[in-house]
């Protein structure tokens, strides 16, 4: 039979409730005591991590400028001082530039076969008018290949006539066009701090993964051509002259247009007809004809051959040998399969024959379709750029108004 509890039997059972209770509670203020000082110590931590990493900074107050935003981009990223400025006037044809009150430092664009060092993308350029500035009789006093933030780089002291100039050039991304940006910094300032400045922003080069995926017709116009209907874009930078002429063709349409420096221009037209003129192709430039014979026809070499996505038509650029077989000039214009598509020995003439532009009253196809013309220089032969040698007229394919040409070519589709 049950026996009634007693005090003691109470007191036991309470003694031994508590005693859990107890370890709980001791339990819970240890754990909330080292909660806090967890807490507080990685708060700490992550503050003195932050002030130590802003501490450390070499850059920190310095400004970004990325070149996405002229055609084509290169797509570099670098950082300069706030106290400088980031130029991309008044050098437009050549590049841009980074100046302070007291130093500049000039920035040259190329596009070249992404297989050439960045050392061989200075030698492409030095001494020609791709790089303004530079001579052919500038002495390399020392130099260095290196990689910048994954980028093949080149570094060089140059002794010139003016002083000793300083330049880094970074090859960067592969572009759409299978080019490769090869950006040129130069220097002439000579005080250490600038020189440190200068490095100091060479260090920080990047380029944008994706710069080959930016629009390079962002913002740009159309032509179309009222009687061959071909389309094609031009920079908004550019001048556009119209006329109502071409050749001796009554109301054909033509189109002059000109980069912002005039030094690079293009020219349309859509019929073509009564063009003179012989040369023979048997004899290389500079060879004397004999008597009665035609002299030669300069000598077209092609350096670049890209099918259009929205014509049966090729942009082709390149350099052509003149009649004398010492001078050079750069070359681009469309062609068709049957024309200056490999090198050869030609007359010059860039034209293509028409799709939509007929001879005959009114249109009418009574005697087949004109000639059209899409070229760069104001004439049928597509030459640009002064005279020179075969490096300089290759160099001048590489500057930035050159590479626009080559886009508004590019752009032509019916």
């Known amino acids: 039979m049950p026996q009634p509890a007693t005090a003691k039997h109470y007191r036991k059972l309470l003694l031994w409730t508590m005693i859990p209770l107890a370890i709980l509670a001791v339990g819970a203020i240890s754990f909330a005591g080292y909660k806090y000082y967890q807490d507080r110590h990685v708060k700490g931590s992550t503050a003195a991590s932050s002030q130590q990493a802003k501490a450390t900074d070499p850059y920190a ?15 570099i990223s670098i950082k300069y001082p706030s106290d400088w400025q980031v130029n991309t006037t008044g050098t437009k044809s050549y590049g841009w ?4 009150a007291t130093a500049s430092i000039t920035v040259n664009d190329l596009f070249l076969d992404p ?8 030698e492409f350029c030095a001494g020609t008018d791709a790089c303004p500035g530079t001579s052919a009789d500038d002495k390399t006093v020392s130099s260095s290949e290196s990689s910048i933030n994954g980028f093949n780089a080149y570094t060089a002291a140059i002794q010139s006539s003016n002083g000793t100039y300083h ?10 066009d299978g080019t490769a940006p090869y950006v040129m910094f130069t220097t002439y300032s000579t005080d250490q701090a600038t020189l440190s400045t200068f490095a100091k922003i060479m260090a920080s ?7 080959s995926s930016v629009d390079p017709y962002a913002g740009w116009k159309t032509y179309t051509s009222q009687t061959e ?33 005039g030094a690079v221009s293009v020219q349309w037209y859509s019929s073509v007809e009564g063009i003179g003129g012989a040369c023979s192709t048997y004899i290389m430039p500079g ?55 490999q090198n050869e020995s030609n007359i010059g003439y860039m034209l293509f024959t028409a799709k939509n532009t007929f001879a005959g009253t009114n249109n009418a196809n009574t005697s087949g379709p004109y000639q059209a013309e899409l070229a760069c220089g104001g004439g049928f032969g597509g030459t ?7 490096a300089q007229a290759t160099a001048f394919l590489a500057t930035p108004e050159m590479q626009q040409a080559k886009l508004i070519l590019l752009s032509a589709s019916y």
């Open 115 to 122: 297989s050439k060092a960045a050392r061989q993308g200075w």
């Open 384 to 390: 640009i750029g002064s005279l020179g040698t075969k």
């Open 167 to 176: 330049v880094t050039v970074i090859r960067g991304n592969t572009q759409s």
């Open 287 to 341: 060879t004397t004809p004999k008597p009665d014979d035609l002299g030669p026809c300069p000598y077209f070499y092609v350096l670049d051959k890209q099918k259009l996505t929205g014509a049966n038509l090729y942009y082709v650029d390149g350099v052509v040998e003149q009649s004398d077989g010492k001078t050079y000039q750069a070359w681009c214009g469309l062609q068709a399969s049957d024309g200056i598509i």
């Open 97 to 100: 530039s980074i100046t302070s």
């Open 61 to 75: 107050g310095w400004k970004t400028y990325t070149d996405d935003a002229t055609t084509p981009p290169s797509g």
């Open 229 to 261: 209907k071909l389309s094609f874009k031009y920079p908004s930078a550019w001048s556009a002259t119209q006329s109502s002429d071409s050749t001796q063709v009554d109301g054909a349409d033509s189109l002059t247009l000109k980069s912002p420096t």
């Open 205 to 211: 080069a990047t380029f944008k993964s994706d710069a």
